[in-house]
């Protein structure tokens, strides 16, 4: 869901780290190793595929037509395993789906069975299927984790419904009054996500409702999945909340993932003793800021970053914004941060720029060379497009008819160079030129050596000499792994005197992947 507002039974403000240096202290954060490596795909699972093998009921929408707030596509967990072998071939290694539990909205944030899949994604049946083919392929499961607040369907909250002050689970939630006032008024006399009377609030001091939530966490882990994205975790003002969640979670399974929607900064959460990590919408705004020409700043109203984006960074303000923010957190994490450019909660990253496909491929190029775990929001790498919430939440579109092909050979390409060389997960980050709108950077370990170049620019730009020759003497040799145009061509260049790249030049809006073969002695 989008950045939070605070709930009126919030009785503690969210600390903000940049005034309180006491919570910075580093707790020996270990994050899955796995993440490290992984390529992610997000999928709004209503609207990707549709299997013929789960029964559906009649009144669901047209697969092409326009997507709706209420209306449902009745995509399911079927539907992405039968094309687990589409998503192999991208690239993709881990898949995080949004809500699956049985739930009465397409988007199924609104929770009425935490142990329920929802029949129209094909029930526990279908989970178990697409777990059991992805993990044979290789690839991992992560849920979406709402925990903050339920739905007026789910059993206790429905108890006090019916039975007002007499129901035994008037303590699961903070109610103002009786009778419950659920429906007909849009206000809620019981605290609620945003004061939708559709999302009330778990009341979390309960121990019961504690137990349950742990539970949950537990359930699905034994079953099979590879962890948890949570849902606005913050509006959870709780710190030993998310401890014990992630003792839960980790005695399961050591290697699960704990990934936390927080839209700003989130050292209070990254200290390694609740979150591996968080949907990192910082690097979203800085993507926005820089690669963007022309952002369409209705797309960005009422978004979580709304007011965050700042438009026209040049290089130096962009490389400036990038080192604050590998600087925010100890390198573990870093190294497990969930690197989007969009998603369900966003417009896509397409429509932001107006249609201007050299902005998608330069964030993306860059977010394939950059540390964390890159996060692709499904149909990007084919060019869908969509403005905010439904509109980007469109169906995935089966007809490769209306695929941009030669966009979706980019995405593989730079997907593949991100798997292919340790140096782009592992290896340091070194910021090298930033002028006008141009940013070059490499990541080096003991065996690789890559310079990545990015022109975000009118003009093309000739590129000075690198600093200093520790980082490449005279006479090595770059060859040219990736760029942002479809050419077929490999170029090859050498570093001549003074660390000058030479006979060197970057057209505008465009990006390049060079690989260093031969260092010079």
Known sequence: ????????????????????????????????????????????????????????????????????????????????????????????????????????????????????????????????????????????????????????????????????????????????????????????????????????????????????????????????IDGW??????????????????RRVKTVNPEAYICGEIWTDARRWLQGDQFDSVMNYLFTRACLSFFVRQLDMSTIQGTGYAGRVNTGLDAHSFAATINELLAMYPTEITAAQLNLLDSHDTARFLTSAQEDESALRLATLFQMCYPGAPCVYYGDEIGLSGGKDPANRGSFPWDRSKWNEPLLGFFKRAIELRREYAALRRGSFDPLVAQNKLFVFGRANAEEKLIIALNAGETTEKLPALPGSTYLPEGSILLEQLSTTNSSERQVFRIGPGGVIENFSLPPRTGIALEVVKLAR
């Open 1 to 224: 869901m989008t950045e939070n507002h605070e709930s009126e039974n919030q009785t503690n403000p969210v600390v903000n780290p940049a005034v309180d240096p006491s919570i910075r202290s580093e707790v020996g954060a270990k994050t899955p190793e796995w993440v490290k490596d992984a390529i992610f795909y997000q999928i709004f699972p209503d609207r990707f595929a549709r299997s013929s093998r789960v029964p559906k009921p009649s009144n669901i929408e047209s697969w092409d037509t326009p997507p709706t707030t209420y209306g449902y596509k009745a995509g399911d967990l079927l539907g992405i395993a039968e094309n687990i072998d589409y998503l192999a071939d991208l690239g993709i290694t881990a898949l995080y789906l949004n809500p699956i539990f049985a739930s009465a909205a397409n988007h199924r944030y609104h929770t009425h069975d935490y142990f329920e899949v929802d029949p129209i994604l094909g029930g526990q049946p279908a989970l178990r299927k697409l777990l059991d083919v992805a993990h044979t392929r290789g690839i991992r499961v992560i849920l979406d984790g709402v925990f903050n607040h339920a739905s007026r369907g789910f059993y206790q909250f429905n108890h006090a419904l019916e039975n007002g002050a007499a129901s035994p689970y008037i303590d699961w939630f903070y109610y103002h009054g009786f009778p419950v006032q659920a429906y007909g008024s849009d206000q809620p006399n019981y605290a609620a996500w945003w004061g939708l009377p559709a999302l009330p609030k778990f009341n979390t001091n309960t121990p019961a409702v504690r137990e349950f939530l742990w539970s949950v966490a537990s359930y699905w882990l034994e079953l099979g």
């Open 229 to 246: 994205r949570l849902d606005v975790p913050e509006e959870i003002n709780d710190d030993e909340f998310w401890r014990e969640f992630r």
